[in-house]
Nanobody, 126 residues
Framework: EAQLVESGGGSVQAGGSLRLSCAASRYTYETWMGWFRQAPGKEREGVAA????????VYADSVKGRFTISQDNAKNTLYLEMNSLKPEDTAMYYC????????????????????WGQGTQVTVSS
């Protein structure tokens, strides 16, 4: 079974940057991987997703132009570069992977992913 381990979270001031990493092991499916986040009292939401090789990416409107998802296949690592962070970006961030072929429009849906990491906390202060 695939294992995902996130790292790179922390506390930053508004306007700052962080880079999250997700190390994937025993994951051999050539399909979408993504980043999700969940703030206290809110539902988990999709942030960004990427198809192997980076041929296609999808972003939530709230992070477009500020966040960049990428992957290093040689290192089996997924990244999320976060710039111009805002207090509303504060949340637990989760890496996710799927064994399913996703139809267009579902890449940021939590139901589309069946492998999850334990999360890394990002806190942005104003």
């Amino acid at each position: 079974e695939a294992q995902l381990v996130e790292s790179g979270g922390g506390s930053v001031q508004a306007g700052g940057s962080l880079r999250l990493s997700c190390a994937a092991s025993r994951y051999t499916y050539e399909t979408w991987m993504g980043w999700f986040r969940q703030a206290p009292g809110k539902e988990r939401e999709g942030v960004a997703a990427i198809f192997p090789g980076g041929s296609s990416t999808v972003y939530a409107d709230s992070v477009k132009g500020r966040f960049t998802i990428s992957q290093d296949n040689a290192k089996n690592t997924l990244y999320l570069e976060m710039n111009s962070l805002k207090p509303e970006d504060t949340a637990m961030y989760y890496c996710a992977a799927t064994s399913l072929w996703l139809v267009p429009g579902t890449q940021l849906s939590t139901n589309a992913y069946n492998y999850w990491g334990q999360g890394t906390q990002v806190t942005v202060s104003s």
